[in-house]
């Protein structure tokens, strides 16, 4: 998607331990237009998939899959990383570890909320090592639902996650494939 490749070269910004800060328009101040246009290529990819439902993770893919879920007509459902009272024992959970904070998380999803006979568009912000897209798989599959398809606004190609996700049969939809970064040589898309 070359407006989000064309923002990403713009403003986001490469910090050490091969981070790409894109804070300032998608996961911490959100351009809402640009985030309405790539609901709209998700929505373009995924028409044809009956998708009932888009799963995704606190906090950062909860604004794409908004926006995305506006063009579908259905709901958005966050996995909690954290247990809350008003959740009580009744849910899925799997754990994933968080690239850029650096720990596991425990992801829980409300078993009220996620069941057979659903079809998941699994979104998020990001896709490196697949670690959370990985845990929404698992949690799914507990569950008994039909995952359709997972999408990632931006994809590190080079660390393999995508590729993985895509071995084990999803169909995975990348907005903007970086295949390298660095400070030096800037962004380079596939």
């Known amino acids: 998607m070359k407006l989000l490749e064309d923002r990403i070269r713009q403003d986001g910004k490469i910090f050490p331990g091969d981070v790409l800060k894109v804070d300032s328009f998608l996961n911490h101040r959100i351009d809402v237009a640009l985030l309405s246009q790539i609901g ?6 995924y028409q044809n998939e009956g998708v009932s439902l888009i799963l995704t993770v606190e ?54 909320y996620l069941g057979k ?36 606004v931006i994809e590190k190609t080079y660390q393999k996650g995508g590729d993985a996700l895509r071995q084990k049969g999803f169909r995975v939809e990348s907005l903007a494939r970086i295949a390298s970064m660095s400070p030096e040589a800037g962004i380079k898309f596939c």
Do not use: M
């Not at 570890?97 to 650096?102: A, E, L, Q, R, V």
């Open 40 to 45: 709209k290529e998700f929505y373009k990819r």
């Open 117 to 152: 006979g659903e079809r998941i568009l699994i979104l998020d912000d990001f896709l490196a090592n697949g670690c959370a897209a990985t845990a929404l798989t698992e949690i799914c599959a507990q569950a008994g639902t039909t995952v359709v398809g997972i999408g990632a």
């Open 59 to 112: 906090a950062s893919g909860i604004g794409v899959a908004c926006l995305a879920a506006e063009a579908f007509g259905c709901p958005v459902l966050f996995a909690k990383k954290s247990k809350t009272s008003n959740i009580g024992d009744n849910f899925w959970s799997a754990t994933a570890h968080s690239y850029t904070h650096g720990n596991d998380n425990t992801l829980i999803v409300s078993k009220d």
